[in-house]
Structures are given as structure tokens and as C-alpha cells.
């Protein structure tokens, strides 16, 4: 399950990961700042998912197939899949980074609900220059992979729905876990540990054969739906 050989894209986002470790640990950067700026990659990924979605409606395939609750597959608008994912992420998204904003303090007016304009005050110039750096790996990772590789031709809409999931919440857990470290003066030691646990996560361990498989299960029952 762990993967063989590493890919030039995987040793770019291994160098992109090193920047906001050194800048804590040699540049005296915020280690609260890299953190918001981990919060808001899950926010870059969403967005890149949903063009990705986009172009395979478009240019693919407009129907995919819906796995429902009974377990009886339906093909619904690639538009469908798009919303929802829109809604469940969004949601998914909101939850963890009130929870991160909260635990940090971002919020000292005791208000209930964090302000997301705040973001660019706190961030600072470090924390936008790393995040300016995540959003072009991600957007020329997507473009050559994806866009220039013919990905989106063969990748079914199920697949690329939960893409992001699996990598998105091992991230936010540990960027909660290491908002409570932060609180207690740990910043050095544990975004060390964090972007180690990371990299692990989204590089070495091989999350995309778990959705490879599924992926194929998912192929097989739309087959069988179009010779039925």
C-alpha cells in the first residue's frame, strides 16, 4: 500500500512542504501562520477539484454513474456530482478550519463564528508567499497531469469526487491536533512533525490504489448497466 518509486511531482510537493518548515525553523517565521496556510491548501484543493469536475463534464462525459444508498446505480449529470461536492466539501471544510481558527484564537471577540476576512491580516507576507506557492504547484501539477497527460479522458467522476478527502482529513486533524500544541509553545517540534506526517500521507502512502479499486468496481457496474 506504500508507493515504489516517487514521481518528479512528489519530490516537487516534498520541496514545496520544506519552505514553510525552514522559515519556522531558520527564518523566524510564525509557525500560527504556516498552520493558516495549511488550513487554506485544503480550501486550494476544493477549487481545483471543482475545475477538474468542470472539464470532465464538459469535455467527457456529461451522465456518470450514482451509487445510491439501496445500492441501485443511476447516471446523473456530471453538473449533479459537481454541486454536491460543492455543498459536502464546503461543509466539511467549514467545520475544521472554525474549529482550527478557534482553538488558535484567531477570534478574540468571543464571536461564534471565525471571520474569514481576517485571513489575509493574519497570514502576514511569509504566510501569503507560501500560499501563492502551493496554489502554482497545485494548478501545474493539475495542468500536467491531468490536462496534459489525458487523465481527465479515463477518470470516473466518483473517483475524482473523493480525490481530495482522504489527504484532506488526515491534513486538518493534524492541523487542529498542532493548533492545541501551538497554544502550549511546541510550534517548532510539532510543525517538524506535522509536515512529516503529511508527506507521508499525501507520498509515500499509496491512498490513490484504494481509489484505483474503487474506481474499477465503479467502471464494471457502469458497464453492466449499458448491456443491461
Same mark, same amino acid.
Request: with cysteine; net charge positive; proline share 2%.
Given at each position: 500500500? @506504500?508507493?515504489?518509486?516517487?514521481?518528479?511531482?512528489?519530490?516537487?510537493?516534498?520541496?514545496?512542504? =520544506?519552505?514553510?518548515?525552514?522559515?519556522?525553523?531558520?527564518? +523566524?517565521?510564525?509557525?500560527?501562520?504556516?498552520?493558516?496556510?495549511?488550513?487554506?491548501?485544503?480550501?486550494?484543493?476544493?477549487?481545483?477539484?471543482?475545475?477538474?469536475?468542470?472539464?470532465?463534464?464538459?469535455?467527457?462525459?456529461?451522465?456518470?454513474?450514482?451509487?445510491?444508498? *439501496?445500492?441501485? *446505480?443511476?447516471?446523473?449529470?456530471?453538473? @449533479?456530482?459537481?454541486?454536491?461536492? $460543492?455543498?459536502?466539501?464546503?461543509?466539511?471544510?467549514?467545520?475544521?478550519?472554525?474549529?482550527?481558527?478557534?482553538?488558535? *484564537?484567531?477570534?478574540?471577540?468571543?464571536?461564534?463564528?471565525? *471571520?474569514?476576512?481576517?485571513?489575509? &491580516?493574519? =497570514? &502576514?507576507?511569509?504566510?501569503?508567499?507560501? =500560499?501563492?506557492?502551493?496554489?502554482?504547484?497545485?494548478?501545474?501539477?493539475?495542468?500536467?497531469?491531468?490536462? &496534459?497527460?489525458?487523465?481527465? /479522458?479515463?477518470?470516473?467522476?466518483?473517483? =475524482?469526487?473523493?480525490?481530495?478527502?482522504?489527504?484532506?482529513?488526515?491534513?486538518?486533524?493534524?492541523?487542529?491536533? +498542532?493548533?492545541?500544541?501551538?497554544?502550549? +509553545? +511546541?510550534? /517548532?517540534?510539532?510543525?517538524?512533525?506535522? $509536515?512529516?506526517?503529511?508527506?507521508?500521507?499525501?507520498?509515500?502512502?499509496?491512498?490513490?490504489?484504494?481509489?484505483?479499486? &474503487?474506481?474499477? #468496481?465503479? /467502471?464494471?457496474?457502469?458497464? #453492466?448497466?449499458?448491456?443491461?
Amino acid at each position: 500500500m @506504500f508507493k515504489r518509486k516517487l514521481t518528479i511531482p512528489d519530490y516537487l510537493l516534498i520541496l514545496v512542504n =520544506l519552505i514553510p518548515l525552514c522559515g519556522v525553523w531558520f527564518w +523566524g517565521w510564525d509557525a500560527k501562520r504556516m498552520f493558516v496556510v495549511y488550513a487554506m491548501e485544503t480550501v486550494i484543493v476544493g477549487i481545483i477539484n471543482v475545475l477538474k469536475m468542470i472539464v470532465v463534464t464538459l469535455f467527457v462525459n456529461k451522465k456518470h454513474l450514482w451509487n445510491t444508498a *439501496n445500492e441501485r *446505480n443511476t447516471m446523473v449529470s456530471g453538473w @449533479f456530482f459537481i454541486f454536491f461536492f $460543492i455543498i459536502h466539501y464546503g461543509f466539511f471544510v467549514f467545520v475544521q478550519t472554525q474549529i482550527f481558527f478557534k482553538v488558535c *484564537n484567531f477570534s478574540p471577540d468571543n464571536s461564534a463564528l471565525f *471571520n474569514y476576512g481576517k485571513i489575509p &491580516g493574519i =497570514l &502576514g507576507d511569509d504566510g501569503k508567499l507560501v =500560499l501563492l506557492i502551493f496554489i502554482i504547484y497545485y494548478t501545474a501539477q493539475s495542468f500536467f497531469t491531468f490536462i &496534459g497527460k489525458g487523465d481527465y /479522458k479515463n477518470i470516473s467522476m466518483g473517483k =475524482l469526487m473523493f480525490e481530495p478527502y482522504i489527504r484532506i482529513f488526515s491534513q486538518q486533524l493534524i492541523v487542529i491536533l +498542532g493548533s492545541m500544541f501551538l497554544a502550549f +509553545g +511546541g510550534s /517548532k517540534i510539532f510543525i517538524l512533525i506535522f $509536515i512529516a506526517v503529511k508527506i507521508f500521507f499525501e507520498i509515500i502512502f499509496n491512498y490513490q490504489r484504494l481509489l484505483d479499486i &474503487g474506481d474499477k #468496481r465503479e /467502471k464494471l457496474k457502469q458497464e #453492466r448497466n449499458k448491456l443491461s
